[in-house]
């Protein structure tokens, strides 16, 4: 969880967002609290789905049908809008970890006796969810919560729409290679049974704490390749549980165990349990810290209103605070005092000054808005009388500064002072700011993705202006390639829209995606897709 990025909108719907929660293949997840305060899960939809007719068409039916979606081994769909300029869907938020943070970042795989748990409760959600005619299509360790009570599937509803456009983000299928099926690689038909496969998986993860198929240190089409020809690698597990993973995992959907006998076996296993815990006391001790976390959990101010703009200009109904003008002051309210004249400040007779040199181009520097000032303040009294001192001190601040950065272009700068008076010719002045030719060059790198999983990049930064195409880019993991137009240069870093040409495969890689480049002290670059949480770092290559 963090906080909200600039740009992210604060308001959807009757939700009001607090923190950002995630990104992934659909959109971006967000936590957000009703009017009533509930606590939900809003996930926005990627504007490159948004476009698509036939997303569209599925996605209005998959959410109709998830609405249906009962248990309480689900996250409930809540709300949604799929008519939206950006379609979005509301669900019931799980305050726990996932399933992939509990194992890579809290303590390893899970014990025999939780994992049982864990497919006891997943069966069950799967149960839910077939039973309304839906296919989850992208179980995996991220997209199950853990609580006290046990196991919660999300995402379920929303991936078949998904997966039914060609349109995926920068370097991801729909799905995620580790975690697909058979069937959703080849391309044949995917039923209840697929999501048993992926259920195998996740349960291998949750015990071994590795992929059965190759991690993130694998390629896509490796770990693809590795799921429809070779045996799952299930050392390490107990016997027991290894030949009940190995059955979830079968080539052929037939040769799966379905869900309710998941269900019978799983419980038969737990039985004999002593503690009423299913989790470690070290996961059941965070899953407490964090429901504590989310009742003291600050709403942010009152945010401006935006309902689903579309891309490039501001909703309808935005309440957008008055603009305030240079040399304009609004009138007090009423009853404030007026203000007593001063007097007329004699104005001095200017001394003659030497001509100023020529000043040397410099950086520019942006100061950081002035905070608001709360309603209300100041306490008491009247607001003009304070409004007068505080404008004089800002104005004379500004001349001071415009002064300084006339008068004396080279301070802090080593030189002969005996020279100031002189024409700034010949003068040597090294910019702090950052410029595109910086970045000029070829460099490679791997980017990880949210899951973990990482793909492979190389780039070859020629440089440019903005609007020019400044590198081009190959994936080649992922069979696809591009180019990249310059958008944005802050000084210290540049955006740039990437545009792919050429790909073997409409389900590798997005057409259109903005990207951030920020130089790193030690001569790296951090690589980062704005609309959702792939980052990496480059290095420069020979």
Not at 352 to 368: G, H, L
């Amino acid at each position: 969880m963090e906080n909200l990025r600039p740009g992210d909108p604060t308001q959807v719907g009757d939700y009001r967002l607090l923190r950002r929660l995630g990104a992934g293949g659909m959109g971006r997840v967000f936590l957000g609290r009703s009017q009533r305060g509930r606590t939900v899960a809003v996930k926005l939809v990627h504007a490159q789905l948004a476009y698509d007719a036939e997303f569209r068409r599925r996605f209005r039916a998959e959410v109709a049908a998830a609405r249906q979606v009962g248990g309480e081994w689900t996250a409930p769909v809540l709300d949604a809008d799929t008519e939206a300029e950006t379609p979005w869907v509301a669900t019931g938020y799980v305050a726990g970890p996932t399933l992939h943070e509990a194992v890579t970042e809290m303590g390893g795989p899970l014990p025999e006796q939780s994992v049982w748990h864990l497919a006891s409760g997943l069966a069950r959600a799967l149960q839910s969810i077939h039973g309304c005619g839906l296919v989850h299509r992208d179980l995996k360790p991220s997209n199950v919560m853990l609580t006290v009570n046990g196991p919660r599937v999300i995402d379920f509803g929303v991936a078949r729409a998904a997966e039914a456009s060609v349109l995926t983000r920068t370097g991801a299928m729909v799905g995620s290679p580790g975690y697909m099926s058979p069937e959703q690689i080849l391309g044949t038909e995917i039923t209840g049974l697929s999501d048993v496969f992926s259920l195998g998986l996740v349960l291998a993860f949750a015990a071994t704490g590795r992929q059965p198929f190759g991690g993130s240190d694998s390629g896509a089409h490796a770990i693809m390749l590795r799921v429809t020809e070779d045996e799952p690698d299930l050392e390490g597990m107990p016997e027991p549980l290894a030949e009940f993973v190995g059955r979830c995992l079968a080539k052929q959907p037939e040769h799966r165990i379905p869900p309710a006998e998941i269900v019978a076996t799983a419980e038969a296993a737990t039985a004999d349990g002593t503690s009423d815990a299913w989790l470690p006391g070290a996961l059941m001790a965070e899953l407490g810290r964090r429901a504590a976390a989310l009742l003291d959990l600050e709403e942010a101010p009152p945010p401006t209103r935006v309902d689903n703009p579309a891309p490039g200009r501001v909703g309808d109904d935005v309440h957008a605070l008055p603009t305030m003008h240079g040399g304009h002051v609004p009138a007090p309210p009423p009853g404030t005092p007026t203000p007593v004249p001063m007097p007329p400040v004699p104005t001095p007779t200017p001394t003659p000054m030497p001509p100023m040199p020529t000043p040397t181009p410099r950086a520019t520097v942006t100061t950081p808005p002035m905070p608001p000032v709360p309603g209300g303040y100041p306490p008491g009294g009247s607001r003009a009388s304070r409004v007068g001192p505080v404008l004089l001190a800002f104005a004379a601040v500004v001349v001071l500064a415009i002064i300084l950065s006339v008068a004396l272009p080279g301070l802090g700068e080593k030189g002969d002072g005996a020279n100031s008076g002189a024409s700034g010719a010949g003068s040597s002045t090294k910019s702090p700011k950052a410029s595109p030719a910086d970045y000029k060059g070829k460099w490679t790198g791997n980017v990880r993705e949210s899951d973990g999983s990482l793909y492979s990049i190389q780039v070859n930064y020629t440089g440019g202006k903005i609007g020019d195409q400044v590198a081009t880019v190959e994936y080649p993991s992922l069979a696809c390639s591009g180019r990249w137009i310059l958008t944005m240069d802050t000084g210290h870093s540049v955006q740039v829209r990437e545009e792919i040409t050429k790909e073997s495969s409409p389900m590798n890689c997005v057409d259109e995606v903005d990207l951030i480049l920020t130089p790193s002290g030690d001569g790296a670059l951090r690589y980062e897709v704005t609309s959702v949480e792939d980052t990496g770092t480059l290095q420069r290559s020979k």
